[in-house]
């Protein structure tokens, strides 16, 4: 069974921005806290990444896989797993909400179950990070870029 857990945040930026920039998944390693290195293997007919390969660390281990991408712009797009080594099942999805005063509530949903077994407190720890990374991480080049 999947791990779920998800989170918000107001970004003080516009709306477009916003949503480039978290489509902008070859960024990611420069903002996105553990990942280091993104591959988009397919695009879509409006040049979006279709599937991505991702290699992220964190807890001295590092993690490969690829997922494939769903889109209803500008309101959310989601992910879900296609293959790994290290995860049996993921999915997730960034949530967009324009507020109409140039701000933007941003929720991030993520659902994992690893191949390997893992202490509860470590998954829990784990998965709070990834979040908090995607959230804040994402606030963060939005409102510099805004600016």
Not at 36 to 42: D, F, N
Not at 44 to 52: H, L, M, Y
């Amino acid at each position: 069974m999947a791990d779920e857990g998800s989170g918000s945040v107001v970004v003080s930026a516009p709306m477009a921005l916003v949503w480039s920039i978290a489509v902008e998944v070859e960024d990611y390693p420069r903002w996105a806290g553990d990942v280091k290195s993104v591959t988009v293997t397919q695009r879509d007919a409006e040049g979006r990444p279709a599937q991505a390969k991702f290699s992220v660390g964190g807890f001295g281990l590092t993690t490969n896989y690829e997922v494939a991408y769903t889109y209803d712009e500008p309101n959310s797009f989601s992910w879900r797993l296609v293959s790994s080594n290290e995860i049996r099942h993921m999915d997730g999805e960034y949530r967009f909400s324009d507020r109409g005063d140039c701000t933007v509530e941003v929720t991030y949903r993520l659902g994992v179950d690893l191949k390997i077994p893992m202490i509860g407190m470590l998954k829990k720890r784990a998965q709070k990070t990834i979040i908090h990374h995607a959230l804040e991480g994402l606030r963060r080049e939005a409102e510099q870029r805004s600016s």
